[in-house]
């Protein structure tokens, strides 16, 4: 118990200081997630878009449709 007191005693102040950073200094690697990251976003928005924008034509083409039909 003893040991586990004195573990915790020399972890705790060296944790605090790692956690201290102010996040301002963003390597290299973090830009190249948050780019890759990004590709996949748009790359997803993309067929999103496409299909959205089928989905109202088709919905206004039948209406106009069945508008046409009534006259």
């Known amino acids: ?3 586990l007191t004195t573990l915790m005693g020399i972890l705790a ?6 956690a201290s950073g102010t996040g301002e200094e963003s390597g ?3 830009w190249i ?5 990004a590709v996949i976003v ?3 928005l993309i ?10 034509k088709g919905i206004t083409s ?3 449709a069945k508008a046409d039909a009534k006259q």
């Open 1 to 3: 118990m003893r040991t």
């Open 13 to 18: 102040p060296v944790t605090a200081f790692a």
């Open 28 to 30: 290299i690697f973090v």
């Open 33 to 37: 997630f948050i780019g890759f990251f």
């Open 42 to 44: 748009v790359g997803q």
């Open 47 to 56: 067929p999103a878009i496409m299909l959205m924008t089928g989905l109202v």
């Open 62 to 64: 039948k209406a106009d």
